[in-house]
């Protein structure tokens, strides 16, 4: 029997412990994001069917979130809401959510993701697309838009105009996957205009080598799930302890982050002190000394790895397009016999001569953007919108693909591959159409400021493939509208083969 003071004492526990309890449940019944929602005179916005605690941890998708997102819009509307055992996930997919969120409330929704496995173990936070908006992402943004801005872009066409000749030389003959040679000529092009001539000629293939890999791992580990971003104090548990396989991932993954923010940075400077001094951007404001050497390091580590792929894959999809629909290409081929000359390859000024040439390729671009779903943003603060709440720390993802393909800025034909509506005979309204230099590339203070070199390099090399070569499908494939398309945030079309046929 237990003598009168224990009892009191369990007694007093019980007591004790469900009061807690009644607390705890009270407190986070008061700050469930439906609470807070009412709270603030708003709602959670519609979404699949949530469970309580865990709410869609269950039914939300392990792959393909683009599709899915996509038929969610049509199934809940303008905005979505996810809940993902306690972190609110929204989904904007129309034009007018995301300008008045991302635009003109930039100051709440424009924050990043912050992973403990990539961003501090793998020590990948320093990359721009990864950063919060600091005092740093500030500088770092003004670098881009001194370094390739829309009024210094031009700048770089001679080292644009090199790879060009690589290009063409290599598609000579050329029957297969066009990703590789056109992500070799972008890599080598971005390499030498971030680093300059001579660190690319003495390290280029191994600079690109780090990036490679550690862009697969980094994109990799992001899409897992694990504990230590769960849990962020699990990062302390040593490597040799069991289940800590994350750490031997962070680490892997810290050698190359550090081996692509200070391998050429710190060859270049050496290069530097010696006098070898050549065109780049990291020599050029070293020199110039505007923005800080941490900053600028940082800032230019980020170019190959958010502009290659992005690239590549939007001359890829242009290829597909053309190959696709050889009445388009056809076209292209009349326009550029007649505006530059048979035979003649286009210079970087002539693309905008080539109106037909031009209306594909933006049609392309919207048709299949490369990164569908941008890159999300996340919110500093609760807010709402058109009633709807929008929770502190949501993860917010701009349906760009959806909003590319939105009836109601395209038109009803907006699912349909029709280069017309960018071609003022065929379309009046041309000129009211949204800017697809535009939305492709993301939104407010995040938008993409790689975005004018994306372009210029893009037209420029997917007008001289077609002034040189006809692309046709590869022997004995057949293509269809659909893709197919491979599963992963940078968007490519999987295994897409083609001819290069020399126009004689
Ligand atoms: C067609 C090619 C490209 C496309 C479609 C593209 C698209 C995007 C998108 C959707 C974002 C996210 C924007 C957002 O969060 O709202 C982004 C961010 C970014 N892009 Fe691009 N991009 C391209 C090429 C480039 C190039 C060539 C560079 C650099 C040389 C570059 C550098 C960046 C950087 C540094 C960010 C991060 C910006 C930030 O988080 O503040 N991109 N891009």
Redesign the pocket.
């Known amino acids: 029997m237990p003598t009168l003071p224990e009892s009191l004492s369990s007694f007093q526990v019980w007591v004790g412990g469900a009061v807690v309890l009644g607390a705890a449940v009270w407190y986070l019944g008061l700050n469930t994001p439906s609470a807070k929602a009412k709270r603030a005179g708003a709602a959670l916005a519609p979404g699949p069917k949530r469970l309580p605690v865990v709410g869609n941890l269950f039914n939300f998708p392990k792959r393909k979130w683009y599709d899915t997102f996509t038929r969610w819009a049509k199934d809940y509307g303008d905005i979505t809401y996810v809940d993902l055992a306690g972190t609110s996930m929204i989904v904007l997919n129309s034009f007018g959510a995301i300008r008045e969120l ?1 635009e003109k409330r930039m100051n709440i929704h424009s924050n ?1 993701v912050h992973a403990t496995l990539v961003c501090d173990l793998m020590g990948s936070a320093y990359f ?4 919060q908006p600091t005092k740093n ?1 500030a500088e770092q ?1 003004r670098l ?1 838009q001194k370094a ?1 801005g829309p009024r210094i872009v031009e700048q770089y066409d001679a080292f644009i105009q090199h790879g060009c000749s690589e290009l063409l030389q290599q598609f000579d003959g050329f029957s297969g996957e066009p990703i590789g040679i056109l992500t070799k000529t972008m890599g080598n092009v ?1 390499t030498r205009i971030a680093y300059g001539e001579r660190f690319f000629e003495q390290h280029g293939p191994e600079i690109i080598k780090y990036n490679i890999e550690g862009v697969e791992l980094i994109s990799w580990a992001f899409t897992q799930f694990w504990f230590v971003d769960v849990i962020p104090t699990l990062r302390y548990v040593p490597a040799w302890f069991p289940g800590a396989h994350f750490k031997r991932v962070g680490n892997q993954g810290k050698y190359y982050s550090d081996m692509i923010r200070y391998l050429a940075f710190n060859r270049v400077k050496a290069n530097m002190a010696e006098g070898l001094v050549d065109e780049s951007i990291l020599s050029k404001y070293l020199q110039e000394g505007s923005i800080s050497e941490d900053n600028l390091r940082d ?1 230019v580590a ?2 190959y790895t ?3 792929d ?2 590549t ?2 001359i890829t999809h242009f290829l597909f397009s053309v190959a696709l629909y050889p009445e388009w290409q056809q076209k292209i081929h009349q326009e550029m016999d007649r505006v530059l000359g048979r035979g003649q390859l286009p210079t970087l000024g002539d693309t905008s001569k080539l109106e037909t040439f031009e209306a594909v390729f933006k049609e392309s ?1 919207r048709w299949n ?3 569908p779903l ?4 996340v919110s500093s603060k609760e807010d709402v919108i058109d009633g709807y709440y929008i929770p502190k720390g949501s993860i917010v993802h ?1 349906n ?1 693909g959806f909003v590319l393909r939105d009836p109601r800025l395209w038109g009803e034909d907006s699912l349909d591959f029709n280069p017309n509506r960018f071609l003022a005979a065929h379309n009046p309204s041309v000129n009211e159409l949204p800017d697809i230099w535009s939305i ?12 004018h ?3 210029r ?2 037209l420029f090399y997917a007008a001289a493939i077609l002034s040189a070569y006809e692309i046709l499908p590869y022997e004995g494939e057949t293509l269809t509208p659909d893709g197919p398309f491979e599963d992963s945030a940078v968007r490519r079309l999987s295994h897409f083969r083609c001819t290069f046929k020399p126009r004689s």
Do not use: D, E, K
């Open positions: 991302t990043r721009l697309t990864l950063m992402f943004r881009f390739i971005l800032a980020t170019m958010a502009g290659v992005t690239t894959i939007t671009f953007p490369p990164v941008g890159l999300p943003h701009c760009i492709p590339f993301g939104f407010g203070r995040r938008i993409c400021p790689g975005r070199l994306a372009q390099s893009g």
